[in-house]
Each structure stands twice: as structure tokens, then as C-alpha cells.
């Protein structure tokens, strides 16, 4: 049972323009939400997270928003750059679990086009 | 500084064959884990440890055993490889949980790739 899940396997948009990565959750538990990038032949790298307790969550060109109600987050790059290219994964987490387990989604590859 | 390193790189077993896999961390973290990915399945959490001479049981365990001797060390073994076991494994660790934290960012090292035939 995948309790965090990244329905779109791939996604393609031109530099400079919008870029949206959805991820969908089923456990109410989770009340940390993470995002991380991963680029061929490299270890995944944390790009930015966000907690249950608030719905946006922004760094730069990166925005996390959190819809608790429909247990669904999405990551939004603007503007896209060729750079962001990579594999994103969202990932979730039981805090009181003090464990700092993370679940992650099957990730989105993102092609950003000059 | 470098981080979190795991050894080998690459690796070719032959089916029943068994290897280690060795992590290490420079960060003082307490926590360690190690996950597999697969194609199509994300990261799955293999075992994890909260501190040296704990281990515990994460989604995906069976066919693999853990230890952490010591703080900075994290090793995964396979005693009996079997084909199912060819993947990409990456080991990440993170400072510790508590007084009212819930989350610490967890560092990945580089992977090792295995195949087994």
C-alpha cells in the first residue's frame, strides 16, 4: 500500500515558465512534508519542506503548499530553469515517531526545456 | 568535511553470494538508515538506526541485516544475495529528534549500485 504517491511519472515545461509537481498522501499521521531533487549518478538532496501545522511553505524560486483536507501537497518552481532538471521526490513523515523516518513517493522527472 | 560516503561504489554478486556494504558520516548524526530504489518505487527504507548499537526494522528488511558498532558507521549487509536484491542503495543520516522537533533534513551519500546475477 503506497501511502505517499507521485501519479505523474515525468513532466516537461520550458524554461521559465511554471513548473508543478503534485504528490498525494493517505496516512493522517503524517505531519512533516518534504521535498527532495535528485540528480543522475547523485545521492537525493533536500530542496524544502514544510509542516502539517502550515499551508505554504516558500524559498526562493521554490514553493511548498499543503492542502491537509485533500492530503495533497505540491511543489512549484518559478521560474523553471534547465538546471532543475532532475528527479523530485516528495516524502513524508510521523514526527512523534522519533524516528525521523521518511516515506517517499515513486518521484517525478522533471525535463526543463531552454 | 565529507559528509556521508558509502563504499563500494559498484558491485557484482553472483546469486547466493553475500557482501557489505559499508556507510560513514562525519556530522556526529545520531540517526542512520539505509534505502534501496527501484524503478517506478521511490526510496523504501531498508533498516534503520536512532543511535549507536540500535537497529530497527524499516518497510523493506527481509534478506538484509544491519549494524552500528559505532556512531559514525552504518553497515548493510546481504547474507545470500538473490536477484531481487539488484538496486540502487543509498544510506542517509540526520541529527536527532526531540525537544519539540519533529523533523531533522537527512544527508544522502552517493549510492552503490548492485547487481546480482
Known amino acids: 500500500d503506497q501511502q505517499v504517491k507521485q501519479n505523474s511519472p515525468s513532466l516537461s515545461v520550458q524554461e521559465g515558465r511554471i513548473s508543478i509537481l503534485n504528490c498525494d498522501y493517505t496516512?493522517?499521521?503524517?505531519?512533516?512534508f518534504l521535498w527532495y531533487k535528485k540528480y543522475p549518478a547523485e545521492g537525493p538532496t533536500f530542496l524544502i519542506s514544510?509542516?502539517?501545522?502550515?499551508d505554504k511553505n516558500e524559498d526562493g524560486r521554490f514553493t511548498v503548499f499543503l492542502n491537509k483536507s485533500a492530503k495533497h501537497l505540491s511543489l512549484h518552481i518559478v521560474p523553471s530553469q534547465p538546471g532543475d532538471s532532475a528527479v523530485y521526490f516528495c516524502a513524508a513523515s510521523v514526527g512523534s515517531s522519533n524516528t525521523g523516518k521518511l516515506i517517499f513517493g515513486q518521484g517525478t522527472t522533471l525535463q526543463v526545456k531552454p | 568535511n565529507a559528509g556521508v560516503t558509502q563504499t563500494p561504489k559498484f558491485r557484482v554478486l553472483k546469486t547466493g553470494q553475500s557482501m557489505t556494504l559499508l556507510c560513514a558520516q562525519d556530522m556526529n548524526h545520531e540517526y542512520m538508515y539505509w534505502y534501496r530504489q527501484d524503478p517506478g518505487m521511490g526510496l523504501r527504507l531498508i533498516h534503520y538506526?536512532?543511535?549507536?548499537?540500535?537497529?530497527a526494522k524499516g518497510e523493506v528488511p527481509d534478506g538484509y541485516n544491519v549494524s552500528r558498532l559505532k556512531k559514525q558507521n552504518f553497515l548493510l549487509g546481504l547474507e545470500s544475495a538473490a536477484p531481487s536484491q539488484t538496486s540502487v542503495y543509498f544510506c542517509?543520516?540526520?541529527?536527532?529528534?526531540?525537544?519539540?522537533?519533529?523533523?531533522?533534513?537527512?544527508?544522502f551519500g552517493p549510492g552503490t549500485r548492485l547487481t546480482v546475477l
Open positions: 542517509a543520516s540526520s541529527y536527532a529528534l526531540g525537544s519539540g522537533r519533529i523533523y531533522n533534513e537527512q544527508f
Open positions: 514544510i509542516s502539517s501545522i502550515k
Open positions: 538506526s536512532v543511535g549507536e548499537g540500535t537497529t
Open positions: 496516512n493522517s499521521m503524517f505531519d512533516y
